[in-house]
């Protein structure tokens, strides 16, 4: 399986199990997922059935058409869910290839009908015969959904775990995901840091902020990772930032809470929910300082700790952590 793009695209028909898969998906590969659908709705403001109704199918498929566009030229990874019709349009299977990963869950008729009996919500099974309406739609997009999918999974009889298992199994195959060779880290700098050279030289030194953003993005380099650095005065920014993590791919983490280190027990409490290597980094000798420097919330909640070596502390913070993802 080739992996052209940076989403997972999830196609299938309708009952098929993509909002669920993909979901499940998200917690197991931390990345966010999103809904065409519900994109479609929460721009229209108002529902599916209701756009078929007013303005017809020809025009949702148009939604969906410009949607795909967006999406595959967007720079930030997704799971994505597509409509069960949306690969039926040729301009639209090439866009779903241009998006990403496709995988297709294939699933029967009978399986489906058992699924959306009682759902009044799918404006093409309002009909007298939805059974016979399903296999209809089936027949006409078998060919369309195949052509456009890397992987094919019939989940008819198959547990979510089993699912998730072939997806995870298809996704490691040759090629797949080969941007993502370059291991990630995110470097975080708390409260004044950004006033490097600026405050209290004769304790944090005379070199300034962007000196270090330069330093660490050197050391990315020479490393071959991709480091993200990110600094805020604002506790709920950092957390925020921390919470991203989870679903952004990180694999490593730097950080300096700045006075945050002494009290901020929701910035001990973001870093313990990411389970990747975490490495606490001080410039100065914080055990040779004020006696509310000696205290440290986050750190229980990292792997290591790393103070007085001034900013080549943060150099041997990340040679840590691609040492702890190398072992």
């Known amino acids: 399986m080739k992996n ?10 309708m009952g098929s199990g993509k909002t669920s898969v993909g979901l499940r998906l998200s917690y ?10 519900k994109m479609i709705e929460s721009k229209e403001g108002r529902s599916i059935s209701d ?8 025009a949702f498929r148009d939604m969906e058409t410009k949607l795909l566009e967006f999406i595959a030229n967007r720079e930030y990874r997704r799971i994505v ?3 069960g019709g949306t690969p039926v349009r040729e301009e639209n299977r090439t866009l779903l290839k241009k998006c990403g990963t496709v995988i297709y869950l294939r699933a029967k008729a009978e399986t489906i009908y058992q ?16 059974l016979e309406r ?3 739609l ?6 369309a959904y195949e052509d456009c999918a890397d992987l094919i999974i019939d989940v008819d009889n198959l ?12 996704l490691k195959k040759p090629n797949a995901h080969t941007e993502e060779k370059k291991m990630k880290l995110l470097v975080i700098n708390g409260p004044n840091l950004n006033f490097l050279g600026i405050r209290e030289k004769s304790v944090y030194g005379n070199q300034d902020y962007q000196y270090l953003c330069d330093m660490i993005t050197r050391k990315g380099r020479e490393s071959n990772c991709d480091i993200t650095i990110f600094q805020s005065n604002h506790e709920g920014a950092i957390i925020d930032r921390i919470q991203e993590a989870y679903f952004d791919g990180t694999q490593g983490i730097v950080i300096n809470p700045g006075a945050y280190t002494h009290y901020s027990y929701a910035i001990r409490d973001a870093l313990a929910s990411i389970v990747v290597p975490k490495v606490e980094i001080h410039i100065s000798d914080i055990t040779k300082r004020e006696e509310f420097r000696k205290i440290s919330v986050t750190k229980e909640a990292c792997d290591h700790q790393i103070y007085g070596q001034g900013l080549d502390g943060y150099l041997q913070a990340i040679d840590y952590i691609l040492n702890e993802k190398r072992a």
């Open 159 to 170: 547990q979510m775990e089993d699912i998730l298992e072939q997806i995870s199994d298809g």
């Open 138 to 143: 089936l027949t006409a997009r078998k060919e």
């Open 115 to 130: 699924r959306l009996k009682h759902d009044t919500s799918r404006p093409l099974l309002q009909c007298e015969n939805p």
């Open 4 to 13: 052209k793009g940076k989403n997972i695209v999830l196609i299938g028909f």
């Open 28 to 37: 197991r590969l931390r990345m966010p997922v999103e809904d065409t659908d």
């Open 51 to 58: 756009i078929f109704a007013t303005d017809g199918e020809g």
């Open 134 to 136: 399903i296999e209809e």
């Open 81 to 83: 869910s597509v409509g």
